[in-house]
T-cell receptor, first 111, second 112 residues
Framework: NAGVTQTPKFQVLKTGQSMTLQCAQDMNHNSMYWYRQDPGMGLRLIYYSASEGTTDKGEVPNGYNVSRLNKREFSLRLESAAPSQTSVYFC??????????FGDGTRLSIL | DQQVKQNSPSLSVQEGRISILNCDYTNSMFDYFLWYKKYPAEGPTFLISISSIKDKNEDGRFTVFLNKSAKHLSLHIVPSQPGDSAVYFCAASSDSNYQLIWGAGTKLIIKP
C-alpha cells in the first residue's frame, strides 16, 4: 500500500552540485507530476508526464530536467543547484478523471 | 499574478462548530476545482472536488460550494473535529492534462 514513494526525504547540497530526485508509484497511473512548494505559496508545477514516453513543462521548469523512465518512475534532476531551488518537492500521479495522489515530499536545501 | 487566492492564512474554530474556508479565482477558464488537506511532513491528500457544471458537492462532513459568477468557492466542514487541524489547499484546473493551479493554503486550527 505504498502509493507514491519519493527518495530521498531530505537532502542538503552545495551550490553547483547536481542531484536527481526519485519518484515511483505502484498504482498503475498514467500521469505523473513534479511540484515545488515554497513558504507562503501554493504548489507550483515544474514538469509533468501525461503518459509514459511524454514530458511537458509546467509553470516553473527552468533549472530542472525530468525523465519518465517507465510507467512507474518519474525523476527530477537539478544539473547545477542554486539556492533559489531550496524547497520542498512533491511528486504526484493520477489516472484520467481522478485526483492526483501525492508522495510525502523531498526537503531540499541548497547552501 | 495569483490565479487562485486563499486570503486567510489561518483560521481558528471551536470543536463541533462549522469551519468555512474560502477560495477565489480569476481565470474564467477553470472548470474543475479541488480541495486538498495537508498535515506537516506529509503530502497533500485529496478531500473533495467540484465541476463547474455544479454549484454544490457533498461528502460526509465536507461540502464544497461554487459560485461561478463571483469566481468563489468555499469548503464547509461540519462538525469540525480535532483531526481536521491541517493546512487546506484550494486548486483549480482548466485542461485535460489536469494541470492544477494552487492557492497558498489556509491553516485550520480546531480548538478543543
Amino acid at each position: 500500500n505504498a502509493g507514491v514513494t519519493q527518495t530521498p526525504k531530505f537532502q542538503v547540497l552545495k551550490t553547483g552540485q547536481s542531484m536527481t530526485l526519485q519518484c515511483a508509484q505502484d498504482m498503475n497511473h498514467n500521469s505523473m507530476y513534479w511540484y515545488r512548494q515554497d513558504p507562503g505559496m501554493g504548489l507550483r508545477l515544474i514538469y509533468y508526464s501525461a503518459s509514459e514516453g511524454t514530458t511537458d513543462k509546467g509553470e516553473v521548469p527552468n533549472g530542472y530536467n525530468v525523465s519518465r523512465l517507465n510507467k512507474r518512475e518519474f525523476s527530477l534532476r537539478l544539473e547545477s543547484a542554486a539556492p533559489s531551488q531550496t524547497s520542498v518537492y512533491f511528486c504526484a500521479s493520477r489516472n484520467t478523471n481522478q485526483p492526483q495522489h501525492f508522495g510525502d515530499g523531498t526537503r531540499l536545501s541548497i547552501l | 499574478d495569483q490565479q487562485v487566492k486563499q486570503n486567510s492564512p489561518s483560521l481558528s474554530v471551536q470543536e463541533g462548530r462549522i469551519s468555512i474556508l474560502n477560495c477565489d479565482y480569476t481565470n474564467s477558464m477553470f472548470d474543475y476545482f479541488l480541495w486538498y488537506k495537508k498535515y506537516p511532513a506529509e503530502g497533500p491528500t485529496f478531500l473533495i472536488s467540484i465541476s463547474s457544471i455544479k454549484d454544490k458537492n457533498e461528502d460526509g462532513r465536507f461540502t464544497v460550494f461554487l459560485n461561478k459568477s463571483a469566481k468563489h468557492l468555499s469548503l464547509h466542514i461540519v462538525p469540525s473535529q480535532p483531526g481536521d487541524s491541517a493546512v487546506y489547499f484550494c486548486a483549480a484546473s482548466s485542461d485535460s492534462n489536469y494541470q492544477l493551479i494552487w492557492g497558498a493554503g489556509t491553516k485550520l486550527i480546531i480548538k478543543p
